[in-house]
């Protein structure tokens, strides 16, 4: 059931919109904030001035950009709030203390990220201090991230929405078990090193654009040396990515096999005006590996004062060969195949660009940052439009709005007596026929025998809070026929 257009505008494309500009812009500031505390650590340790310059310069433009993903995450709230009221409840009724606390860390995280900006310059004499003041932007990040990825992936693979910590200890608004659903770790490890890869290749291609307008010799090796400080730290991060994506991977295969395969054959919204987006997100990945892999290959020839070992470039190398190998068999070997020219292709060009421009890398980091962008944005779009419609997985919202039989009457100034009543069922159900319709649209009936018998009035009053559509006299019904350990 499709809810109001707003302003002609489909209620989807508006979230999408909300959320990967918020995807864009969140991931950058969080790897934004690992990547000015290396290179503030790197500066002070090495005694070079430019990396702690580059930080300071980093930071200013990670404030801005924290402030446009804030002003974003509130336009989200409020177009799912209110183009998605129903799905909004059910995740406020989830995980309202959790978002509490995220909020509180989220408040830690502005004011941390404002004094370390702001007082760059006033403790200078007090270094050690200042960078631990950077270093705690981390954890902050980190434990923000961790709360809104356990939502995300209660959103994937709801496996645990029972409400077991609800039942036993009444918190209501916290189950810990669909805040730790099958996928969220592997969601938040996945997350967490793709958004420090997608920052550091985000700041090499600024710094790729630099050189491209700069004339001064000092600032063309200043942002030359901080390209590809940038670089190499988004560049290792990549080496998690495969192994990650894999056991990532396998977790949906066993918990949510419908997204599973609609991401692996292409199915549904995935497949978008004839292109399979999956596809050509991974088809970009290759295409950055390669591309990667011919600048360290031409670097490796001439005295470079930073660059990665040679074992760690090529064991990524061989990490990702067999990652895409494994997709293959899942997928197809043209899969496979593509995946190997686009990589060799972008080598052969990532050599040519550090050839051509003399030894510098200006055009390979603008490059691989447009392409880390592009994998983001459709990294993004993939699993959320990979994953069943909510309407049609979790039973409190078969009915987003209001009943099928009404949905005609949305756009009408009609008076509610003209709207037709529903006929009176004939035959009244019996207390078992409920227990089978209502609550195994959401678990099985084994789980009704792990309880006691006491339990069940305050058991199903909770359910009822979880969205379970019962009726007063449903409710007493089921719940004295529970009680007495009756057949259902």
Known sequence: MTPMPFMGIPPKWIIAFFGLFHTSVGSLAIGIGFIVVVAQIIGYRKRVFRYDLFAKRTQLFHVCIYNIGTINAIGLVFALSGLFPQFWVHIMNQFFWPFVIEEVLFFLLATTLTFHYFFWDKLW??????????????????????????????MLTPGYQ????????????????ALYNPSFLMLHLHRSFANVSYAGFFMAGWCGIRLYLTKIKEKKDYYEDCGRLSFNIAFAALLSLPIIGYFYSHVLKIDAPDAFWNIMLGRGDVHLGGIDTWWLKHLMVAAMLGAALGFYSRLSRSKESFSLPGFLVYGIAAFYFIFYVAMGMVMTWAFFFWTVVFAAGSLLLGRHLVSFHQGSARALFLYIGILSFCTVMLGGYVREAGRPRFVDRIAHYDDVYVPEERQQYLYLPVKPQDIPRLPAEEKEEDAAQLIQRHCSRCHG??????YARDDWDRIVRVMRIYGTRLSDREAERITAHLTAGLEY
Do not use: C, M, V
């Open 125 to 154: 004499g007090h270094k050690r201090l200042h960078i631990a003041l950077g270093i705690l932007l981390i954890p902050f990040f980190f434990l923000q991230i961790y709360i809104i990825n356990a939502i995300g992936g209660f």
């Open 162 to 177: 029972e409400a077991e910590a609800t039942l036993r200890s009444g918190i209501i608004g916290y189950d810990f078990r």
């Open 445 to 450: 009936l084994d789980r009704l025998r792990t």
